[in-house]
């Protein structure tokens, strides 16, 4: 985690370079890219791809971004692509998308709904949808990618634009670094990414200082039993009795082992077990996902989970110890005090106070946060998604909207894409100095 006090010096010094000189998107800029944004949308939303196999969304960005002039490097960390702009000396702020879409199926009974299906890594054929806004978050990128190589007059330095593979599995941002992303290309003075969600109305962002989102650890469990008929339990030892027991006393973690007013999360997922109503399989699968703020809490529920199910396993006279693999992890987002106040101020100016809202740190969980990890001061901005007249009515009654990966789950496009767009680049002229007139 980044100490708000590196983030301070470095951002004193950025806004000294650049001071008096921001300049927010104006209505014009925005509506002159919206058209091609909104149908890249349309496009991105209907071809969907799993995390990892971004083929063709990559290339597709990676065509958009040199089309506008952008030096672009595709292949960084797999599917990732790298598109940079240099316009003088000056710092480097990085913006960032995620390219991948979720195994799910849609069911929004949109026109452009997803009608792709592909095989997972395990081999199975699933539904393929962008439930969780990942083709906004393209979308959005390409137009103000598009906004700033046409306004460069307006701002001076170097745009470092990232296309990140497989958000999804917690694995591409360090696939990316890993491949060199800081060390191959000009490392950045600051990382800005955001991200739709439901819980605030299209039109409106939530700016969060500190803490963005939730540790998250994906756990997957697999206990072993001694098959047989079922019609003979007692010759068998049942993984899936095993397993259901496991996931109940799984539940005690939260409700009984955790402080009251600590936040933590376990969440079963997946149970995989048997393929046939009278076999006894030998063995059951759990696929869990944990979240938590605090380290200690953190290591306190991993500790818990690994202690019951080996008891419960042990309990059930298991043949075997039951396999816990840790095989996905994130640290929490961490917004940089000094951007996020810095962002804030310029995002009022240029939506109005009343459409930016203060967030406290949310349960769900990505992994901008190793870009962070790298020394780099980031800000994650939450991008409102929800129709506001469906928002206002669920907030209304105590009813929630569909969530991100819900089959639901759609965003209210055209104001959330025109706040996006004019959000992005007034962040970035921030940042980089504008140096043209406030329209």
């Given at each position: 985690?980044?100490?708000?006090?590196?983030?301070?010096?470095?951002?004193?010094?950025?806004?000294?370079?650049?001071?008096?000189?921001?300049?927010?998107?104006?209505?014009?800029?925005?509506?002159?890219?919206?058209?091609?944004?909104?149908?890249?949308?349309?496009?991105?939303?209907?071809?969907?791809?799993?995390?990892?196999?971004?083929?063709?969304t990559a290339a597709r960005l990676a065509r958009e971004l040199r089309a506008l002039g952008y030096a672009v490097?595709?292949?960084?960390?797999g599917t990732g692509v790298v598109a940079l702009l240099r316009n003088g000396p000056g710092k480097t702020v990085?913006?960032?998308?995620?390219?991948?879409?979720?195994?799910?199926?849609?069911?929004?009974?949109?026109?452009?709904?997803?009608?792709?299906?592909?095989?997972?890594?395990?081999?199975?054929?699933?539904?393929?949808?962008?439930?969780?806004?990942?083709?906004?978050?393209?979308?959005?990128?390409?137009?103000?990618?598009?906004?700033?190589?046409?306004?460069?007059?307006?701002?001076?330095?170097?745009?470092?634009?990232?296309?990140?593979?497989?958000?999804?599995?917690?694995?591409?941002?360090?696939?990316?670094?890993?491949?060199?992303?800081?060390?191959?290309?000009?490392?950045?003075?600051?990382?800005?990414?955001?991200?739709?969600?439901?819980?605030?109305?299209?039109?409106?962002?939530?700016?969060?200082?500190?803490?963005?989102?939730?540790?998250?650890?994906?756990?997957?469990?697999?206990?072993?039993?001694?098959?047989?008929?079922?019609?003979?339990?007692?010759?068998?030892?049942?993984?899936?009795?095993?397993?259901?027991?496991?996931?109940?006393?799984?539940?005690?973690?939260?409700?009984?082992?955790?402080?009251?007013?600590?936040?933590?999360?376990?969440?079963?997922?997946?149970?995989?077990?048997?393929?046939?109503?009278?076999?006894?399989?030998?063995?059951?699968?759990?696929?869990?996902?944990?979240?938590?703020?605090?380290?200690?809490?953190?290591?306190?529920?991993?500790?818990?989970?690994?202690?019951?199910?080996?008891?419960?396993?042990?309990?059930?006279?298991?043949?075997?110890?039951?396999?816990?693999?840790?095989?996905?992890?994130?640290?929490?987002?961490?917004?940089?005090?000094?951007?996020?106040?810095?962002?804030?101020?310029?995002?009022?100016?240029?939506?109005?106070?009343?459409?930016?809202?203060?967030?406290?740190?949310?349960?769900?969980?990505?992994?901008?946060?190793?870009?962070?990890?790298?020394?780099?001061?980031?800000?994650?901005?939450?991008?409102?998604?929800?129709?506001?007249?469906?928002?206002?009515?669920?907030?209304?009654?105590?009813?929630?909207?569909?969530?991100?990966?819900?089959?639901?789950?759609?965003?209210?496009?055209?104001?959330?894409?025109?706040?996006?767009?004019?959000?992005?680049?007034?962040?970035?002229?921030?940042?980089?100095?504008?140096?043209?007139?406030?329209?």
């Amino acid at each position: 985690m980044i100490t708000s006090r590196f983030a301070s010096r470095s951002f004193a010094a950025l806004s000294a370079a650049c001071a008096g000189m921001a300049v927010a998107a104006t209505t014009a800029e925005v509506d002159s890219a919206y058209a091609q944004a909104h149908a890249l949308y349309l496009d991105l939303h209907q071809h969907p791809e799993l995390s990892g196999v971004e083929t063709q969304t990559a290339a597709r960005l990676a065509r958009e971004l040199r089309a506008l002039g952008y030096a672009v490097t595709e292949h960084v960390g797999g599917t990732g692509v790298v598109a940079l702009l240099r316009n003088g000396p000056g710092k480097t702020v990085m913006l960032r998308t995620e390219l991948d879409a979720l195994p799910v199926e849609e069911k929004t009974g949109l026109p452009y709904a997803s009608k792709v299906h592909a095989q997972d890594p395990q081999g199975h054929e699933v539904s393929v949808g962008h439930m969780c806004g990942h083709d906004l978050h393209i979308s959005a990128l390409v137009a103000t990618a598009a906004i700033m190589a046409r306004s460069r007059d307006s701002w001076r330095g170097t745009l470092l634009l990232i296309g990140q593979p497989a958000e999804e599995t917690i694995s591409g941002a360090q696939a990316m670094v890993s491949d060199g992303l800081f060390s191959r290309f000009p490392r950045p003075d600051a990382a800005l990414a955001l991200h739709v969600d439901n819980e605030h109305p299209a039109g409106k962002v939530g700016v969060a200082s500190g803490i963005y989102d939730s540790n998250a650890d994906s756990v997957r469990i697999t206990l072993y039993g001694k098959g047989g008929h079922g019609s003979a339990p007692h010759t068998a030892v049942d993984p899936i009795v095993m397993a259901a027991r496991t996931i109940l006393a799984l539940q005690t973690i939260v409700a009984r082992e955790v402080q009251p007013g600590q936040f933590a999360v376990v969440t079963v997922g997946y149970v995989t077990a048997g393929t046939k109503n009278n076999i006894i399989p030998d063995e059951a699968q759990l696929g869990l996902t944990v979240r938590t703020y605090k380290p200690e809490v953190r290591k306190q529920v991993l500790q818990a989970i690994t202690r019951i199910t080996e008891a419960e396993a042990q309990a059930a006279g298991a043949p075997r110890p039951p396999r816990i693999e840790h095989y996905e992890s994130a640290d929490a987002v961490y917004n940089d005090p000094a951007l996020a106040a810095r962002m804030r101020g310029v995002l009022e100016r240029a939506l109005t106070k009343d459409n930016v809202t203060t967030d406290g740190p949310i349960t769900a969980s990505e992994d901008f946060s190793v870009y962070v990890a790298q020394g780099i001061p980031g800000f994650y901005l939450s991008l409102g998604g929800a129709d506001p007249d469906k928002y206002a009515a669920a907030s209304a009654s105590g009813a929630h909207l569909p969530s991100n990966h819900s089959s639901l789950f759609a965003p209210d496009v055209d104001p959330a894409l025109h706040t996006a767009i004019t959000a992005e680049v007034t962040m970035l002229r921030e940042l980089l100095g504008a140096g043209g007139a406030a329209g």
